[in-house]
């Protein structure tokens, strides 16, 4: 019989004393506007998930989409770095 303390000691090797450095802070408050601009696309596009969109749904998608893409190019100009999962 295998003892489940072998595998709780990988579970619990991140445990809630392990907090995000000032470093990796200061990138997720760099990102927020792009954070949140995708989730107001994903916002946009759960709520068409359950009927036909309506010329209002695809306006709103559009819009959130271009806020989602505008917030990415401002952070990649503001950086100088690349995006994940852009074209090369």
């Not at 990102?31 to 759960?46: G, N, R």
């Not at 100009?77 to 690349?82: F, L, P, V």
């Amino acid at each position: 019989m295998d003892h489940i303390v072998t595998v709780q000691n990988v579970v619990t090797a991140f445990a809630d004393f392990m907090e995000p450095t000032a470093a990796e802070l200061e990138a997720i408050e760099r990102e927020m506007p792009v954070i949140l601009a995708d989730v107001d696309l994903l916002d946009a596009q759960i709520t068409t998930l359950d009927r036909m969109p309506t010329e209002l749904d695809a306006r709103r998608i559009r819009r959130a989409r271009r806020r989602a893409l505008a917030a990415r190019v401002a952070l990649v100009n503001r950086t100088g770095a690349s995006l994940p999962g852009g074209a090369a």
